[in-house]
């Protein structure tokens, strides 16, 4: 897919135009992060479609919010292993996050590295150069909220679909 919806892009766009903003008046996307992560999965949280650049649903499929309020929605202070921990709630499988910031670059070259000879196999290089900094287990405890908030989603792209569909 040529298209990255769920991609740090879309992120970037909206805390540009949405905030927050450092005490420096720059755009925060690490606190928008968190901030939006440590909300859990309240019923009346807005959903974002980020269909900005591109959507796998096809091209009637835009990038909308879905449920704003003028009030706040549900927010709390979170730590760095929130982002994971959704990762791992919505996919229902444990995930390991690594001491890479540049874990492609990093795979790339352990693969040029077994492509060259210097290594036998994944198991050898990976043994060598990659170091697991934290783990996140699912929480089953989630799983019914996720799956309330992706059938949301799934009806959202509906409708958008829908709404925009060309005859």
Not at 63 to 80: D, H, I, K, T, Y
């Amino acid at each position: 897919m040529s298209t990255s919806p769920a991609g740090a892009v879309c992120l970037d766009w909206a805390v540009r135009r949405l905030g927050p903003w450092t005490a420096m008046g720059e755009p925060d996307p690490k606190a928008a992060a968190a901030e939006a992560f440590a909300g859990g999965d309240a019923r009346d949280n807005p959903l974002f479609l980020p269909f900005l650049y591109g959507s796998p649903h096809g091209p009637d499929v835009e990038g909308a919010w879905v449920g704003l309020r003028g009030r706040r929605f549900a927010c709390a202070v979170a730590g760095p292993a929130a982002p994971t921990q959704l990762l791992a709630d919505v996919l229902a499988i444990p995930v390991e996050v690594t001491d890479s910031d540049e874990a492609g670059a990093r795979g790339a070259a352990m693969l040029a590295g077994i492509g060259t000879g210097q290594f036998t196999d994944l198991d050898q290089v990976t043994d060598r150069w990659v170091r697991v900094i934290r783990s996140q287990e699912p929480r089953s405890s989630q799983a019914h909220a996720r799956n309330d908030r992706y059938r949301r989603y799934l009806a959202a792209v509906k409708a958008i679909q829908t709404l925009n569909a060309t005859d």
